[in-house]
């Protein structure tokens, strides 16, 4: 017998909320707009932000590009196997701001295709202009073909905002209030003020005000890629996203997927939910620190002969201390998976050294410290992208093709 995933109750729930916000089509058209550099600046010129992509742009002038390595060191491409490079910290505009401004002054990093924001879809992050200015620097400046955000269940919102999402679903939720008109869904496992351990506690329909945070923010910022931490957000998400092909999202390594027997759940879900062209809203998949390498090729040889879309997967070279064991290091076998000729994103939470703010206390800032510390947290994700820099031009000096933001390739 086969259970499905979501029941005709869940899926006219998601559908209605879809549809509060004007359908599928316009939501996917007004993500489009807002992903356009001369709106994005001028939206951020009038919230008080423009001097900060000016100084950006000043910036990215001077970054290095990898043709020049490649010339230097006379490097071809002789194996199979591509390197998606990925770092995760950039913690908004003004964290994002310092790191470019000391990739400036290196002028020899080159920088990640991929960066990963764990910042709360706050009303401050989303509307002051805050998440809409880093994407600007990330996407448009930088040309990262990725940047993810991360929407946590237990973000403090405006009560009026939950009565409206549970006038739309039919549903309830379990909330306590703040005063001064915010309320908060109630965690009951370890809960902190913005999710347990990034949200992975998602209890009863909570997926909907998870979906409802994604709508807000990719429609207001332009945002289209999101970090998904737990089994039904993920369920949820892929038929969500089925009709909104600008949407896509990431699954986190807090989910666990430690082993093939959960990457083949999965699967199952992301061919449950396939899009009607063949594709699905799972862009790439976080196998887990305890994988090993056999493990990571094993997922990445199921996923090829299951028949459905290609899916990236990454996997932390370096971890914080907070995240997994002391002086975790992937890099060894980050070149076994490339050397058997599979494609992989590797991903730097860390860059093995010990610093202030590079643990997980930097993601669960208030918005004002995160401000008042962006010299301290720029700094950490700085020498991410130094461990990203080194590790990748050494897979390069062995053959693989390696992949960067679009700012490290021509003039």
């Not at 001077?62 to 194996?79: Q, W, Y």
């Not at 549903?171 to 351990?197: C, H």
């Not at 939910?273 to 620190?289: A, H, M, S, V």
Request: aromatic letters at 8%; proline letters at 3%.
């Amino acid at each position: 017998m086969h259970f499905n995933f979501l029941s005709d109750k869940d899926m006219k729930a998601i559908d209605a909320l879809i549809n509060a916000y004007g359908g599928a089509k316009a939501i996917g058209k007004k993500i489009s707009e807002m992903r356009q550099y001369e709106t994005r600046k001028k939206v951020a010129t009038d919230k008080g932000l423009g001097d900060l992509l000016t100084r950006a742009e000043g910036y990215a002038a001077s970054f290095p590009k990898v043709e020049d390595f490649i010339a230097k060191e006379n490097l071809k491409v002789s194996k199979p196997g591509v390197c998606t490079t990925q770092v995760s910290g950039f913690q908004g505009a003004y964290v994002t701001l310092d790191c470019m401004r000391r990739i400036a002054e290196n002028k020899d990093v080159l920088f990640p295709t991929e960066m990963i924001s764990v910042v709360a879809l706050t009303e401050q992050y989303v509307y002051s202009g805050d998440l809409l200015a880093t994407l600007a620097m990330a996407e448009n400046i930088l040309g990262a073909s990725k940047f993810c955000s991360t929407n946590l269940i237990g973000i403090p919102m405006p009560e009026e905002r939950f009565a409206n999402i549970e006038k739309i679903t039919g549903e309830k939720f379990d909330r306590r209030d703040l005063g001064d008109g915010q309320s908060q869904i109630i965690l009951k496992n370890m809960g902190t003020a913005f999710g347990n351990l990034g949200g992975v506690e998602i209890g009863d329909n909570n997926h909907l005000v998870y979906l409802d945070g994604i709508l807000r923010t990719s429609m207001e910022t332009g945002a289209n890629f999101f970090l998904n931490p737990s089994w039904s957000t993920i369920v949820a998400a892929c038929y969500f996203a089925r009709e909104i092909p600008e949407l896509s999202f990431k699954i986190s390594m807090l989910l666990s997927t430690q082993n093939a027997i959960l990457f083949r759940m999965l699967m199952n879900i992301v061919k449950e939910y396939l899009r009607d062209d063949g594709t699905t809203p799972l862009f790439e998949i976080n196998i887990g620190n305890s994988a090993s390498p056999d493990t990571f090729v094993q997922c990445a040889d199921e996923l090829k002969a299951s028949g459905l879309p290609p899916i990236s997967l990454a996997a932390h070279l370096r971890i914080n201390p907070d995240l997994g064991m002391e002086n975790f290091n992937w890099t060894e076998n980050a070149h076994k998976v490339l050397d058997r000729g599979c494609d992989m994103t590797i991903k730097y939470e860390s860059d093995g050294t010990s610093r202030p703010y590079d643990t997980m206390e930097a993601y669960f800032l208030s918005d004002e410290d995160r401000t008042a510390k962006a010299d301290l947290i720029g700094d950490v994700i700085y020498h991410k992208c130094i461990r990203c820099d080194l590790d990748t031009r050494e897979i390069m000096r062995r053959g693989h093709e390696a992949r960067f933001a679009g700012i490290a390739y021509g003039k």
